[in-house]
Nanobody, 125 residues
Framework: QVQLVESGGGLVQAGGSLRLSCAAS????????MGWFRQAPGKEREFVAS????????RYTDSVKGRFTISRDNAKNAVDLQMNSLRPEDTAVYYC??????????????????WGQGTQVTVSS
């Protein structure tokens, strides 16, 4: 099993940047593909970005391509999400997730068996 703890959320003006971090417990972090999802009030949780076990492959939802970057450090059991050029519509609770079912990055929420508690990101206009 793996436990995930997110950090780095906060309030930022439109156009600004934030870096989210997810710390994972356990000694098998490299056996998990990792992802970031978000959920805005009244909306379903949606895929944002994912990264393969090795970190060599990534996927992004169209609305964040060119603005967000996912990365991981398997030696530190951590995955980050660098968010630039933030927009008010990026406001949501952001969740880190781990998948042991797949090797390559996956967009499907159902593939992820482990979730963090979430961190709030608020972008003001």
């Amino acid at each position: 099993q793996v436990q995930l703890v997110e950090s780095g959320g906060g309030l930022v003006q439109a156009g600004g940047s934030l870096r989210l971090s997810c710390a994972a417990s356990g000694r098998t972090f490299s056996s998990y593909a990792m992802g970031w999802f978000r959920q805005a009030p009244g909306k379903e949780r949606e895929f944002v970005a994912s990264i393969s076990r090795s970190g060599g492959s990534t996927r992004y939802t169209d609305s964040v391509k060119g603005r967000f970057t996912i990365s991981r450090d398997n030696a530190k059991n951590a995955v980050d999400l660098q968010m630039n050029s933030l927009r008010p519509e990026d406001t949501a609770v952001y969740y880190c997730a781990a998948s042991q079912r797949v090797t390559l990055p996956t967009t499907s929420l159902s593939n992820y068996g482990y979730w963090g508690q979430g961190t709030q990101v608020t972008v003001s206009s």
